[in-house]
């Protein structure tokens, strides 16, 4: 597999001589593979936009190195590196019409005239914009901007094309849309995605691999399905998803199985992965959808756990309840709307709650 | 609401703007309509006018009565004319090349120091123009700032004669009227988006194409505000070409001025007024025009 962007130990301080100096990038490094859609995600702050700047070339690295292709380009002028940026506003140049913004690349490349209008016309017609390419930016709604930004990014063919949280600025239901689009765009054109937001679903939604930042730092790189159900440490288990985080500390363990108290007496158990020892301190967390809810049946009970429903947030395809386990524990989970539309259980109800071992998983601390 | 205020929306509106009419038709329309209505009449040599109509102050731009009382064309107050277009467009292309990289920068500082060197720039402002150009003979003059030490030093023998001449008259124009290019190409390149310096040079613009692609395309109304705001005065000025000029230099406001005092020709100088106003108007037009047809490429937003 050939490695698209290289990121080595690369820091970024801003105004690194005034005492307001911001540590914005703190030794990250990363490889971000050829033909792969990556996500940088994380809260605001993080530092995803300034490592998307950084290889974009608008940012100077404080240390490290940024290997494009196996070439260095950390000197290199944002105009002499073979990426190109969807920006977070489009930055269409608004005296352009459409077509001439696509072209604006193209130009600067000094590509031969007919290649530059077949060229326009293609992308244009990648992104569904053929029919607008005489208007002018401010003549398009929000996602019409969005797909012209689009196609005058992947109009210069760049090897790695960089996405800065291009779908913030658009309504839900074409957010959603976009992201599908974005996703087979990328397979078609066979181009490195480096994709930064603050979307969690969207991440997991597109990506081929996800890298979570937080503080100037990565927490964790991984498939989708690696982050969502293998978070290392509470900060990508919290970020991603709804979780439940239960504090405890390990009072028994045989070779399968760690049993954790947790609360005054409550015990949990979860799959012993050999890394701890009886008095550790830990954290457990467990997914709501893991936590399957039953009406309470006192006679017939086998390893389920009595709860009452404390509070519910109905959302149309399911509810989200809130249980309270007693011993000051809560769980957050979810059920589905019975078949006549009904919720199984409404709020004060007595609840049976079971999941199993393999659901609750023990958190690095 | 008193019975007296007009019932409709728009005559209330004229009613608040009444008082700007008034003091607009006081001090600037009257005295353009009597300047006007003075152009065709006939001079009274002590000053003044005669109320005698005549068509000959307008008749004197291009010709004059030879020794036989015959009409002949005089090129010599057309070629004052011609040389304060050439001297007002070069002033202010010197006013541009050196106002638009000023404004530039302003915009690239800090938020708050932009305003301390917006502040700077208006400073002259607080000065008389006549006493600040005074201050350019002092610098250009025979032995002045910039040739004492030339000369002491022996890298020239001779004066320079720099002042007396067009290119004094030029930099006197350029000196007075550079805030009024550096403000307005502010004003429009401050509301620039610097993100689409970003993306320019993202899509492989180097820093002269930036320029030329983005930033100035997109600041173009601010500089055609200030090209106008320049080349108008310039026109009309008669301080820097009488000082610098010597006076033997004429440009179209001195000689408007001359009119008026030495030469107590009224009409004449009204005629010549009234081109100048006639030049003053074709411009905006063009400009308004030009407004128009830049907003309606650019929708409405």
Redesign the interface.
Known sequence: MTTAVDIRGVTKIYSPDSNQAVKALDNVSLTINDNEFFTLLGPSGCGKTTLLRLI???EQVSGGEIMLFDEEIENL????RP???V?Q?Y?????MTIANNVA??LE??KKPKPEIKATVERVLTLVKMKELGDR?P??LSGGQQQRVALA??LA?SPKVLLLDEPLSALDLKLRQAMREELKQLQRETGITFVFVTHDQEEALAMSDRIAVMSNGEIQQIGKPTDIYEHPVNRFVADFIGDTNFLDGEIVDLNDDLLTCRIGAQSLFETENSGHHKVGDQVTLFLRPEKIMLSVLDQENDSGNRPGKVKNLVYLGNQAAYTVDMGDGIELTAQARPREDGELPFAIGDPIAVSFSARALKVLAQ | MSDWLPKSAAGRRWLGLAPSYFVIGIFMLIPMVIMGVFSFLEPNPYGGVKPIGSLAAYIKIAFEYDLEDKLVFNPGYLNIIFRSFQLSFGATLLCLIFGFPVAYYITLQPENRRNFYIYLVTIPFWTNLLIRTFAWIIILGRGGVIEAPLLATGIIDDSLRMMYSDGAIAIGLTYSYLPLMVLPIYASLEKL?F??L?????????RF?IMT??VI??SKPGIIAGCILVFIPCLGAFIAPNLLGGGKKLMLGSLVQFQFASARNWPFGGALSMLLLSVVIITLIFYARAAKNRAA?????
Do not use: I
């Open positions: 974009a070339g608008f002028e944002p105009n002499r990426v190109n940026t920006f506003h930055a269409l140049f608004p005296h604006f690349g600067r490349l002018r401010n003549q005058r990014a210069p | 988006d993100r689409l970003d993306a320019a040079s993202d899509l492989y613009a180097n194409e692609k983005v395309p997109l490429m650019e929708g409405s937003a």
